[in-house]
């Protein structure tokens, strides 16, 4: 039997993709090594959204020559974004050493190519490069990579917005949808294999329609809300354009969907907006959050921001930075741009320089410290029920109903040992950081 360890980079959608290929190999006779040393083959699922998640590819890349070089026979295999990105084969010319380069549809036959590596002297290292039509089913294998009581659900891939700055479209294909029936099932599963936390993720969730029925996504969370079980619902990477009525009611009516919505906004400058082809104005962005906080007053709205946009004034950029003081999100990560040449922005002028940028985004991400500051001191005193995903010693380190696993704010159980991953209790918060609440199981 030959061993894989496996490394994935970059957004959940990206990890899901890595549980399928780690799934392939376990149900195909291919085993699974979690140490590198003990591995005949390293495969790196990469991203390659934007130029550091290239870098970092890259990073990876070296360290796996590198191991390679210590033991004869050794294979490297790279798969996902990274390769759909350099069609044309650019990139993988600096590395002779690597094996193989997989395009993201074929990362889920990973225990194939495997297979051949060692049975062939001569490895087929060129995979065409075809743009992504592949969609799991709920039967496909899955290795779930993630703590056992939270897992990502995938409803689509792909994308059709076109946003200016944006490359996914030419990475990840045309927008396709999973049957709702289909998902269903997958949650189903989840749920009765110890999952309680369900985190429902697509380029643009809000795009989701079922192809048999065209049923939306308000209709997909609604029939996720009636699978049986002690779970939660927590949905990512909604556009602002595609909130509406229907899905703000499920907020207010739903009882697994946690009031937690991530809903990128990117800009508030209607002239950036419309540069950036989001489709949607200051005015309705607005609207949309009021419409969401009326819905249920606890919601937490996380969202993103991109400066740095080619043609972006001080005055562009003042406009954002008031709109998040006064908005006061409660969670925001702030990004600069960078110019992707598959991108439509790339022959835009009016460059902002980087120095500019950064500038920039540090200004909102200080704004955006204060106001987390100002809403975890709130916290101070009382109790707040929490899920925990990682025991340290004495210390559980958990999360509210307002963070993401992975992304957002943290909460330290001091007294937490005796705990498990997956436990939800309640605990009293003492401390309060810009991003990290501390906190003492409580007696109430």
């Known amino acids: ?40 083959v390293m495969f790196i699922n990469t991203c390659a959204f934007i130029p550091p998640a290239r870098d970092e590819a890259e990073e990876h890349i070296r360290d796996a020559v590198e191991w390679k070089k210590r033991r004869r026979g050794r294979k490297i295999i790279v798969g996902g974004c990274l390769t759909q990105w350099d069609a044309r084969g650019d990139f993988r010319r600096g590395y002779p050493n690597i094996d193989l380069w997989l395009p993201v549809d074929e990362s889920r036959n990973l225990h194939r190519y495997v ?26 294998p899955r290795l779930q990579l993630t703590s056992a009581h939270f897992a990502y659900l995938k409803i689509a891939d792909g994308c059709d917005n076109h946003c200016a ?70 949905l990512l990477y909604a556009h602002p354009a595609g909130v509406d009525d229907e ?29 950036m082809n989001r489709g949607i104005t200051a005015e309705e962005t607005a609207a949309k959050i009021a419409l969401l906080r009326k819905a249920n007053p606890e919601i937490a709205i996380r969202t993103t921001v991109l400066v740095g946009f080619p043609g972006e004034t001080d005055e562009d950029f003042r406009e954002l930075l008031d709109f998040v003081l006064e908005t006061r999100f409660a969670r925001l990560g702030a990004f600069t741009y960078f110019r992707e040449e598959t991108a439509p922005a790339a022959g835009f002028a009016d460059d902002v320089s980087a120095e500019i940028a950064e500038t920039r985004r540090c200004r909102i991400m200080e704004a955006q ?22 025991i340290v ?4 380190i958990a999360r509210t109903y307002m963070d993401a696993p992975d992304i957002d704010n943290i909460v330290m159980v001091e007294d937490g040992g005796g705990l498990d991953p997956g436990d939800r209790v309640s605990v009293e918060v003492v401390s309060a950081e810009e991003y990290q609440l501390g906190a003492k199981l409580s007696t109430r």
């Open 393 to 396: 010693g004495e210390r559980a």
């Open 165 to 234: 700055y944006c490359s996914i479209p030419s990475i990840r294909g045309a927008l396709r949808n999973r049957p709702l029936d289909s998902i269903v099932a997958e949650a189903r599963n989840l749920v009765d294999n110890g999952v309680s936390e369900l985190i429902v993720s697509a380029q643009d969730t809000t795009a989701y329609s079922d192809p048999g029925s065209s049923a939306d996504l308000a209709a997909l969370l609604k029939a996720l809300d009636a699978v049986d079980g002690d779970f939660g619902i927590r």
């Open 1 to 40: 039997m030959k061993y894989v360890h496996i490394t994935s980079l970059g957004c959940p959608k990206n990890l899901v993709d890595t549980e399928f290929a780690a799934g392939g190999l376990l149900s195909n006779g291919v085993g699974f090594a979690a140490d590198p040393e003990d591995a005949d």
């Open 115 to 140: 297979k051949s590596l060692f049975a062939s002297k001569q490895a087929c290292s060129s995979i065409p490069v075809a743009k992504p039509k592949w969609l799991q089913e709920d039967d496909t």
């Open 247 to 275: 899905l703000a009611v499920c907020f207010a009516s739903l009882n697994h969907l946690l009031p937690y919505l991530d809903m990128p906004i990117q800009h508030i400058s209607d002239s950036v907006l419309k540069r």
């Open 369 to 390: 410290a204060g106001i987390s500051l100002e809403l975890n001191e709130s916290l101070m005193g009382k109790s707040v029920d929490v899920v925990v995903d990682e």
